[in-house]
């Protein structure tokens, strides 16, 4: 069945099915039809004069004007020939029913001069119909006075179906007695009696040269008419005779028509070609034809195919006299075509169906179809939040213009993949596992930064982003969760979030916490630290130690995965001690080398109030690698909150060893200020959500201002993190922020990078 429907669709199977469509029509008569359609123009591409051989004696309206009786006297055809004979006519030939007699006197005549002839003279023979509709059974003879000095030629014409003379015979058999043709008589051509021959219709009947019959009797004709040539004498006045219905050139006399077939003679045997021939040269063309991508490419193509068979047939005819059929190769041609053609129209409304109408850019089920099978690596999804107000404003040009521009900047941060509009106000991509999100997302944040240009505007987008990574469920599910990701966080003022409902899902399906105690042994595991730089003489003062985790098959997994999960499998403590326990020996590497510097270790908070992680803690810091007094503990905001009493005592206790102690994420919890008095602080860190816009924004100004002073009357130092702009660092100057951390002093680096970054002066840009 798929095989079936494949070869359907190949170009072989396309012409397969149109050579069986041709074969059929052939077999039931279509062929025969459009064949007789084509004819007239066929003939008319070839029209030529006849020979000049041939010479025809009119039986018109002016002879019969002239002789005034009928049937005429014998004595004036008696003359005919006597005057034709002695000028020099090559032959004479009657189209002219001799089977009865007329007047003894006439008949007598006209015997004596077929006597002098000397055989050049060619008398008719008339099939006759029998009863049973059998041709040819009978043959009506010249008297026999006339016959012992003349030749014999059959004069029958036999119509096609339609009434339409095609063929001529090239003789009969008559009671076994063959006959040559009138026509194969005058060419001097012989031929398998009772076979047929095309007549040429291409052959101008007026360019045969005629003689009225009375002027010939009269002897009155211009004799250079007839020297040399053959003469056909019959009859042309409408009253008299046969005429027969021609392809091409109407209702013509039978005489006509059988000069006509005379002449085809004299030009050479004319040869049918097969139909198999036909077919194959046109499924040559059928197999080009049936690689046509577009519906005018088809449409082209095919008039263009038929025009050249056409051509191929009408030269090869011109060249060799062998004329093969034109309708199978028409037919075969437009079956292709036809065939060819609703898988087209079906591919055309695949791709209408796949894509948005307003942008042309690939929609949703697009994106279903591209990543149905592709479960490594995660969506974004973009929501445009004042994509209404620029369609209100600026028309639906415009915004489709505007959608396109902002989604080119996406495509940049997507490493040129597609982007896809999954929703009005939605655009999507993917990310590689192996892409660092945030740094992606960071790079989409600054290209977006700047105005986009559509209707010749500039026009900002105000876009928030959610992630969410492609698991097992799917990307259906996924996209779900990236746009929820995407509205919480622009309920949350943040550029973008990633969505963490499948943490549980990552887990499972990998065994991540399994494999975290190999991580840390094997490597996989390692810190990185992002310094700070003391605001009062811009110097690295201080680092935070960030852990990472490479995987082999995941890539860079995100401590926001997977130290929530090393918390709820109780593997958060291996892994503080040993960030705590890299950094201290990192640390040690940096004092040796002369920089007064000190290092913080955030610490999980439910870890404070474990007692076994505080032994643990202590036990290293009395291995002294260096003084207690370099080391900070970043504890977030919730962390005493959970356990007050054990970790308010822990903190305490550190502090009372000389360990910092910094409040994390400042601003995100519920805490006071006056409640965190009871905690032993030294710094707190202002969360980077609130830090990132304070230039920008009167409330989140006002809430860093704040904090600044209080903290400064409580003793303790204030740090800002998420610093990306310098506008933000001159804020922080002006309210007299201690130290400022973020990607605009540095990210978060490996270890020689730092010492590198201590023996060289920090350069932060000039504010624009
Ligand atoms: O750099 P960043 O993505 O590196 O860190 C994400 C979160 O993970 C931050 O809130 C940071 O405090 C936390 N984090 C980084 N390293 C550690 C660590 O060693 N222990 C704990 N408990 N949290 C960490
Ligand atoms: O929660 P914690 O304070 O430990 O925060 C550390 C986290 O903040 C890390 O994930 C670090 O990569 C990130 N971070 C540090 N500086 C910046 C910054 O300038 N911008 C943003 N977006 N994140 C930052
Ligand atoms: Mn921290």
């Not at 058999?173 to 005058?186: D, M």
């Not at 955030?602 to 007692?611: E, H, K, T």
Request: charged share 20%; hydrophobic share 45%.
């Amino acid at each position: 069945m798929k095989s079936a429907a494949q070869s359907w669709k190949s170009p072989l199977g396309i012409v397969a099915v149109a050579i069986a469509l041709t074969v059929a029509a052939i077999v039931t008569g279509l062929g025969a039809t459009v064949e007789r359609l084509v004819e007239p123009a066929r003939f008319a591409m070839l029209r030529h004069d006849a020979s000049g051989q041939l010479l025809v004696v009119e039986m018109d309206a002016e002879s019969a004007a002239a002789i005034k009786r009928w049937p005429w006297p014998r004595e004036y055809y008696a003359s005919a020939v006597d005057h034709l004979l002695q000028e020099g006519a090559k032959s004479i030939v009657f189209d002219v029913d001799f089977s009865s007699s007329s007047t003894p006197g006439g008949d007598a005549a006209f015997a004596r001069s077929l006597a002098r002839s000397s055989g050049l003279v060619a008398l008719p023979t008339f099939a006759q119909r029998t009863r049973t509709g059998e041709l040819r059974s009978i043959d009506t003879l010249p008297l026999p006075l006339f016959r012992r000095n003349a030749a014999l030629a059959s004069v029958s014409i036999a119509p096609d179906d339609d009434g339409t003379v095609r063929q001529a015979p090239f003789g009969t058999i008559t009671a076994g007695t063959p006959r040559p043709s009138l026509s194969a008589f005058i060419a001097g051509r012989s031929g398998q009696a009772d076979s047929f021959f095309p007549i040429d219709y291409s052959i101008r009947p007026e360019s045969i040269p005629r003689l009225s019959f009375v002027t010939v009797s009269d002897g009155h004709f211009d004799p250079a008419l007839v020297r040399g040539r053959a003469v056909l004498i019959g009859a042309t006045a409408i009253e008299m005779g046969d005429r027969y219905a021609t392809p091409g050139w109407g209702v013509i006399p039978g005489v006509i028509v059988q000069a006509l077939a005379a002449e085809t003679l004299i030009e050479g045997t004319p040869v049918s070609g097969s139909w198999e021939v036909s077919i194959a040269v046109a499924a040559m063309l059928g197999l080009v034809l049936a690689r046509a991508r577009s519906a005018i490419g088809l449409a082209v193509a095919t008039t263009a195919f038929l025009l050249l068979f056409c051509a191929i047939v009408v030269g090869f005819q011109a060249f060799t006299q062998c004329s093969y059929p034109i309708a199978p190769g028409i037919l075969l041609i437009l079956f292709t075509a036809a065939t060819r053609a609703p898988r087209m129209i079906i591919e055309r409304f695949r791709t209408q169906r796949l894509v948005d109408e307003q942008t042309g850019l690939p929609n949703r089920p697009a994106m279903l179809e591209a990543y149905q099978a592709d479960q490594r690596h995660y969506v974004a999804i973009a929501g445009i939040h004042n994509l209404g107000s620029v369609a209100a404003v600026m028309g639906p040009s415009v915004t489709a213009e505007f959608v396109l521009r902002i989604a080119d900047r996406l495509r940049l941060a997507a490493n040129d993949g597609s982007v896809f509009r999954i929703g009005d106000n939605l655009l999507a991509f993917t990310l590689g596992t192996h892409d660092d999100v945030e740094d992606v997302l960071l790079g989409l944040r600054a290209v977006l930064l700047h105005p986009l240009e559509a209707g010749n505007r500039k026009i900002d987008a105000s876009i928030t982003v959610g992630v969410a990574l492609v698991g097992a469920a799917g990307i259906e599910v996924a996209l779900t969760n990236a746009l929820l990701a995407a509205e919480k966080a622009y309920a949350q003022g943040r550029f973008w979030m990633e969505d963490d409902t499948d943490l549980e899902d990552l887990a499972q399906s990998i065994s991540l916490m399994g494999e975290l105690d190999a991580a840390l042994s094997g490597g996989e595991v390692y810190v990185h630290y992002q310094p700070k730089m003391s605001l009062s003489d811009d110097s690295i003062i201080s680092v935070e130690a960030l852990v990472r985790w490479t995987h082999p098959q995941r890539g860079n997994i995100r401590p926001d995965i997977f130290i929530p999960l090393a918390e709820q499998t109780g593997r958060i403590t291996p892994l503080t001690l040993y960030v705590l326990e890299q950094t201290m020996q990192d640390l040690a590497i940096w004092r040796a080398a002369g920089h007064d510097l000190t290092a913080a270790v955030n610490i999980s908070a439910r870890l404070v109030a474990i007692p076994s992680f505080n032994q643990s803690v202590h036990a290293m810091l009395d291995r002294n690698i260096v003084p207690a007094t370099a080391l900070v503990f970043e504890v977030t905001e919730s962390a005493p909150l959970a356990n007050p009493e054990a970790a308010i005592k822990a903190l305490q206790y550190f502090r009372a060893r000389g360990v910092g102690i910094s409040m994390d994420d400042y601003g995100t919890g519920q805490s006071t200020l006056s409640y965190l008095r009871t905690l032993p602080l030294t710094e707190l860190k202002i969360d980077r959500s609130f830090v990132e816009n304070a230039h920008r924004s009167r409330a989140d100004a006002a809430m860093v201002r704040s904090t600044v002073e209080l903290a400064h009357e409580l003793g303790i130092k204030v740090v800002a993190e998420g610093i990306e702009d310098v506008g933000c660092l001159e804020f922080l100057r002006s309210v007299r922020c201690d130290v400022a951390q973020g990607y605009l002093i540095s990210r978060p680096i490996p270890a020689r990078d730092i010492a590198s970054l201590l023996s060289a002066p920090i350069h932060i840009p000039a504010a624009a």
